[in-house]
């Protein structure tokens, strides 16, 4: 533990870097994270298209809601699998190729759901698809944060989740398009089209560079080094950037400033670091890991008990409780939802590296906290009604997009953005892995309970139940969360240690979070 703090240090000691505050674009940077955020689409596609097949299947296979509520949550908890098993291969064969065994698994998954012919080869398509969706959730994320220079790596690691909405509004025009086909025909359509962003994944994979910090990790400097140059908005970024990597990875601290690039970090010392790993995380955690890890795991937690999936995956459920009850127009409506998701990530991309991490997640919770109050409210009064209640249904419709706007610039992009940041490289991907897990367990269990928990509370109740949950992350955010924009991943360890947190505004920068003493 002692070499920890030492190692900590050191690195304090070769950086002391203010927050950068005036981003700027480096374009080959970009494209690679864009090329790294398609693998999100496979996520975003499933969760779009099965809110209108399941609409399809039910009819055609003839099963209750409870086989629903585990047909469309199931994928969240087989997604666990690829999740743990993504934090361990991204280390051993790469981040790049780690995207591409999610290609593989998703399309294999929409192979078989296109051509299933009963519940039980269904779910053994949900199976794989769900597999590759927790490849895909863990990997984007973590190669975006590696890939992206400094001043723009809030907006360059919200990436991912721009493609998990750009694949809902490509899963729900899916749903439209092929809704008036036969119906056993039609929910084969809507799934098994997931093949082609499979094999566009697959493609841009092999163009794609490897991560920087991954390279350092196996000894590649010199391959490390050209990456780096690449994807930094100046040479003296890139050596430093290099400097402050070699040094999280466990090289000998006088190296960090020198030009040493062809070192090789010994395999010994890199497989005692693994194997260091899980007890430096959980057994005997720095203050400071501990700190980032409650904050990782309560973001990934409060994101999802707040319902967010449900109005996703249940859209075409709760216009029909609105009043909506024509096939065409619940299909239509849950479009116009994902145009106000994609087009409000789009916001919070603009926003990240200007506005900052924590306001925007303070108003995202906030927003949605009080949307699904008002969403309860409306829905108590129509199912409560024995006439149609104009004003109400509008209230409901309207709600829903506030609820899906709020989460996506906030709630929606923080969880691959601050989760991937906020790691130490030693601890990034069995971090990122672990906090990815948690997210598909609770989404898993909130898909799966939604129809009961409706049926059991009443559709209004279960939202007032989601509400009560968002006030309560709005707490933990406000009192958990350091501000992080601007900074070196290397320094960002530093922030986090001690409780609770303040903002306060300082010349010369924007919104920085300071330690209350």
Not at 387 to 416: D, Q, R, Y
Request: hydrophobic share 50%; net charge positive; with cysteine.
């Amino acid at each position: 533990m002692a070499d920890r703090k030492d190692e900590t240090a050191s690195v304090a000691g070769c950086s002391h870097r203010p927050p950068i505050v005036n981003p700027k674009r480096n374009n080959y940077a970009f494209v690679c994270a864009g090329m790294a955020s398609m693998a999100s689409v496979l996520l975003g596609y499933d969760i779009g298209v099965m809110s209108g097949a399941v609409i399809f299947i039910q009819k055609d296979f003839g099963i209750s809601d409870v086989k629903v509520e585990i047909l469309v949550g199931i994928v969240s908890l087989y997604a666990i699998i690829g999740s743990i098993a993504a934090g361990q291969t991204s280390d051993w064969v790469g981040r790049r190729y780690t995207m591409g065994l999610a290609a593989a698994f998703f399309l294999v998954g929409a192979v078989l759901m296109g051509l299933a012919t009963n519940y039980a080869f269904l779910m053994c398509g949900r199976f794989f698809a769900g597999v590759g969706i927790g490849f895909a959730g863990l990997i984007a994320s973590v190669y975006t944060a590696e890939i992206s220079p400094t001043a723009s790596r809030g907006c360059f690691t919200s990436f991912p989740e721009i493609f998990i909405n750009v694949g809902i509004l490509l899963g729900y025009l899916s749903n439209f398009a092929f809704s008036k086909l036969p119906t056993h025909l039609s929910w084969r359509f809507m799934l098994g089209v997931g093949v082609i962003p499979s094999l566009i994944l697959a493609i841009i994979v092999l163009t794609m560079p490897e991560s920087p910090r991954w390279l350092v990790m196996k000894g590649r400097l010199s391959e490390a080094k050209r990456v780096l140059d690449k994807t930094s908005v100046s040479i003296e970024e890139s050596q430093q950037r290099l400097a402050d990597i070699k040094i999280a990875a466990g090289f000998p601290p006088n190296s960090c400033c020198t030009d040493d690039v062809d070192a090789v970090l010994p395999v010994s010392n890199r497989r005692t670091q693994s194997k260091n790993v899980w007890k430096e995380l959980f057994i005997h955690p720095t203050p400071s890991v501990r700190h980032i890890l409650i904050a990782a795991l309560g973001l990934h937690f409060f994101q999802q008990a707040s319902g967010s999936d449900s109005v996703v995956l249940y859209s075409p459920r709760i216009f029909e409780k609105a009043g909506i009850t024509s096939s065409d127009h619940k299909l239509l409506a849950t479009v116009a939802v994902g145009i106000v998701k994609t087009a409000f990530i789009l916001v919070a991309t603009f926003l990240l590296d200007r506005a900052g991490r924590r306001p925007l997640i303070l108003t995202s919770a906030a927003g949605q906290t009080v949307s699904l109050a008002i969403l309860g409210f409306s829905l108590t009064i129509i199912n409560n009604s024995h006439v149609k209640v104009t004003w109400a249904i509008i209230l409901c419709i309207a709600m829903v997009l506030s609820n899906v706007a709020f989460f996506s610039m906030g709630l929606g992009p923080m969880s691959p953005v601050y989760t991937s940041e906020i790691f130490p490289l030693r601890l990034r991907a069995l971090g990122v892995s672990i906090a990815v897990t948690l997210n598909r367990v609770v989404s898993g269990v909130v898909a799966m309970t939604f129809l009961s928990l409706y049926h059991a509370l009443t559709i209004g109740g279960a939202f007032f139940l989601y509400a009560g949950i968002g006030m309560v992350g709005w707490l933990f955010f406000f009192l958990v969360f350091p501000e992080t924009r601007g900074h070196n991943l290397e320094d960002i360890e530093g922030l986090f240690g001690k409780f609770p947190w303040r903002s306060k505004k300082k010349k010369g920068t924007s919104m920085e979070v300071e330690l209350e003493e």
